[in-house]
């Protein structure tokens, strides 16, 4: 039987929404258990939002397969104590509250790490445990907004482009919160303790300008503040940038290095327009200009066929179910079928991007589900799991 990288990891997971939930179902599909500790009345908010499908939502559908639930009021003294003793058998605890909540809970990182020293907690929140605004309230949006990439993207002299993916969420959030517990498990093998994952969205969003901040701090004097719309990468040089189609739909063209701009211009019939593609001047802007003109004349699908089989970085821009149907993902198998016998019906995933064996493909858990089986397996009574779950 096919043992997957994770198993025999034990997941405690507090978390709510997306960030948490998301970097915890990389480490279920990658074989960790993972148990949601969830508040009995509720649990996690995202069991209520829409889109719902035989009243059940379709958004915690899709972050919570391969989780099992347990509920716990954790503002009840005897939930607190039995938390305590169950955090003692697990490796990771991941939780997204605002900072300060688990410690006014006395379940912070000081006393479960006297309760469990090899625990590695992850904390992961807006923008971090330390800092003037660390308790300040924010979404995906506020995130990328003080991390200066929202103020990057978008045409020269026009408003910033609105991101339309959760970039602060899960590029700040899940994925750095998995990065950090890696990290932290594989230190955990030198040193037999765990340690404080302290994970900012804010901070990691941030990360997303790596390259260009940390060649504007490079620069220091010499060099000027990124601007919107006028940077290679952000739409400033003809062969990198959007180019709507007569229809109303968009190409994407990466054609950066000489070689793929010098194949786009074949295509299109104007070699002539190699010349001054890099000319960071009015030439270049009469080169972008010009590439307007000549792609909106023809329909998406006409460009599609044109480029086809030439290696010049153009691509459709894909819309609305169109991304179910590509043959590369498709090849990927990220799309995968299974029969969700709890509920009689069968379900699509869209699987994680890594995989290392075959995927599980358990439906996610009931509220409470597994209260008793998790209580039970830590050693719990009867008569202590009864109490608990009145």
């Not at 949601?36 to 509720?42: A, H, L, R």
């Not at 000081?110 to 469990?116: M, Q, T």
């Not at 069968?346 to 009931?366: F, K």
């Amino acid at each position: 039987m096919n043992t997957l990288p994770l198993s025999g990891l034990k997941v405690l997971d507090l978390s709510r929404l997306l960030p948490g939930p998301y970097a915890t179902l990389v480490l279920a599909d990658l074989g960790a258990t993972v148990d949601k500790v969830e508040d009995p009345q509720g649990g996690d908010y995202l069991r209520q939002m829409a889109p719902l499908r035989d009243d059940e939502s379709a958004l915690f559908y899709g972050l919570n397969r391969n989780k099992r639930s347990l509920t716990l009021d954790l503002k009840a003294p005897e939930a607190r104590e039995a938390f305590k003793r169950l955090v003692r058998g697990y490796d990771v605890l991941v939780e997204s509250f605002r900072p300060g909540v688990m410690d006014k809970l006395g379940l912070g990182w000081s006393v479960l790490h006297a309760e469990n020293p090899r625990l590695i907690y992850c904390a992961i929140s807006g923008y971090g445990q330390t800092g003037p605004d660390r308790l300040k309230a924010g979404h995906d949006l506020n995130y990328a907004a003080r991390a200066g990439v929202l103020g990057y993207g978008g045409e020269a002299d026009g408003a910033p482009a609105f991101p339309g993916v959760q970039l602060g969420d899960i590029g700040g959030g899940s994925l750095f919160a998995l990065v950090g517990l890696l990290a932290a498990l594989h230190e955990r093998e030198r040193t037999g303790q765990g340690r404080f994952v302290d994970v900012s969205m804010t901070d990691g969003a941030t990360a997303f300008l790596h390259m260009h901040l940390a060649a504007r701090l490079f620069m220091g004097e010499q060099g000027q503040p990124l601007r919107r719309g006028r940077e290679t990468l952000n739409g400033g040089y003809a062969c990198y940038g959007l180019y709507r189609t007569s229809d109303g739909r968009y190409l994407s063209v990466g054609a950066l290095e000489p070689k793929f701009l010098a194949g786009v211009c074949q295509v299109l019939g104007r070699p002539d327009l190699l010349a001054d593609a890099y000319d960071t001047g009015e030439a270049g802007a009469r080169v972008k200009a010009e590439f307007t003109r000549i792609f909106a004349e023809h329909p998406l699908a006409y460009w599609t066929e044109r480029f086809a089989g030439a290696d010049v970085c153009v691509e459709p821009v894909l819309e609305g179910d169109e991304v179910l149907a590509d043959p590369q993902l498709r090849a990927r198998n990220l799309f995968v079928e299974s029969e969700d016998t709890q509920r009689g019906r069968r379900v699509t995933h869209l699987l994680t991007p890594l995989r290392m064996g075959e995927t599980p493909l358990r439906p996610p858990p009931n509220l409470g589900q597994h209260t008793h089986k998790i209580l039970f397996e830590a050693g719990f009574s009867s008569e202590e799991v009864e109490r608990l779950v009145k």
